[in-house]
């Protein structure tokens, strides 16, 4: 299975990594797209905070794209969704889910050492955007999810999330603060204690206090989070997700994304595609030679450099490619506007399928 169309029909989720600034947003909601053509109900969900996707798909801010997802109207067999990604809205979810009561919830909810880390805890982004897609991925609504990934320098952020969370609760302070208040254990939160009233002398009191009650809030929810954990990492390494790449044909992008594909594969994870936005069209020139001396003559050079320039991507890319035995590798020429509306994402979205098409020459 090595085409893109391939992907775009017979996988159930569809994950875009890459640096930032690669067209990574747009590429996923044109890859949705496509495949919404081909008769898939296709969610695509971004992490994007910059909000691109809403502008991708020429949506007004008054009816931008929120967390839940909503249906774009497209001309296609399928059905075409989007969600943005709301980070706290989506931990508040799980929180939700997994607290034994509402009152344990609500308590959870309304503490402010819990709002300060759903928001800022490192990795928490990475991890709501798996929980997200793991959530999506289980809607009946959908056969396809297509998730575009944070920006970021290391493709095994968001994979290593679910495994972060779990970290965090097998924390030894964790586990101390979260002990349940009995004979010996009462003494050892003591200790715990004296230790938090330290470090209240550095930050405020107030704060160690909500820490406390947090995970003292938190207890009894482990298990669920941790189950969570497990089942999606393994949605993320299961037989009908597929990584796709994309990149740019800068070698320093290329150079990034090859240490992608490289970490992905210690982690199991083989990308399956690679799509090449911005290339620099290519145009043969065997059949010039001779007018460089003629009234084409500037033409000429222009279009010798521009070879110049295209065979230099090329060789770029070739060391990228070489990576990837089985995988497709769709080049996307630069196009001549931004794609902002949802003309645009078509246009884009045939290029990604060419085999089978017939306006590539």
Same mark, same amino acid.
């Given at each position: ?23 990574? #947003?747009? #590429? ?18 971004? &992490? ?61 909810? #309304? ?44 493709? &095994? ?71 969570? =954990? ?69 033409? &000429? ?6 070879? #110049? ?5 090329? =060789? ?46």
């Amino acid at each position: 299975m090595n085409s893109v169309a391939a992907l775009l029909e017979e996988q159930s989720v569809i994950v875009c990594v890459g640096a930032g600034g690669v067209g990574k #947003t747009t #590429t996923a909601a044109a890859l949705a797209l496509e495949a919404a053509q081909r008769g898939r109900r296709v969610c695509v969900v971004t &992490i994007d905070p910059a909000r691109r996707l809403s502008d991708a798909m020429g949506f007004d801010t008054d009816r931008a794209i929120g967390n839940a997802p909503q249906q774009i109207h497209v001309e296609a067999k399928g059905e075409l969704w989007a969600a943005m990604l709301d980070t706290s809205t989506t931990f508040d979810a799980l929180i939700r889910t997994y607290a034994p009561s509402d009152e344990q919830a609500q308590n959870i909810l #309304t503490n402010d050492f819990y709002r300060n880390i759903a928001n800022s805890m490192s990795g928490a982004h990475e991890y709501m955007a798996m929980e997200k897609l793991y959530e999506l991925h289980n809607d009946a609504r959908f056969d396809l999810v297509v998730v575009d990934t944070p920006p970021t320098n290391n493709a &095994i952020d968001f994979l290593e999330a679910p495994d972060r969370i779990t970290q965090f609760l097998d924390h030894r302070l964790y586990k101390i603060l979260v002990t349940p208040s009995g004979g010996l254990a009462r003494v050892v939160n003591f200790a715990a204690q004296s230790f938090l009233r330290t470090v209240a002398r550095i930050v405020s009191a107030s704060v160690v206090d909500d820490a406390i009650e947090f995970f003292a809030a938190f207890d009894g929810m482990e298990e669920g989070f941790r189950g969570r =954990a497990v089942a999606v990492h393994d949605l993320l390494i299961a037989e009908d997700t597929s990584f796709v790449l994309v990149t740019v044909p800068r070698s320093d992008t290329v150079h990034d994304a090859a240490a992608f594909i490289e970490t992905l594969g210690a982690a199991d994870i083989e990308v399956d595609a690679i799509v090449v936005n911005r290339v620099h069209p290519s145009f043969g020139s065997s059949h010039l030679d001779g007018l460089d001396n003629g009234p084409l003559a500037p033409f &000429i050079t222009v279009l010798h450099d521009s070879q #110049t320039v295209a065979a230099g991507q090329d =060789a770029v890319l070739a060391s990228l490619t070489d990576e990837l035995p089985a995988g497709a590798v769709v080049k996307i020429p630069f196009l001549d506007t931004d794609v902002h509306d949802l003309d645009g994402l078509a246009v884009l979205a045939q290029w990604l399928t060419p085999s089978e098409d017939t306006h590539h020459h």
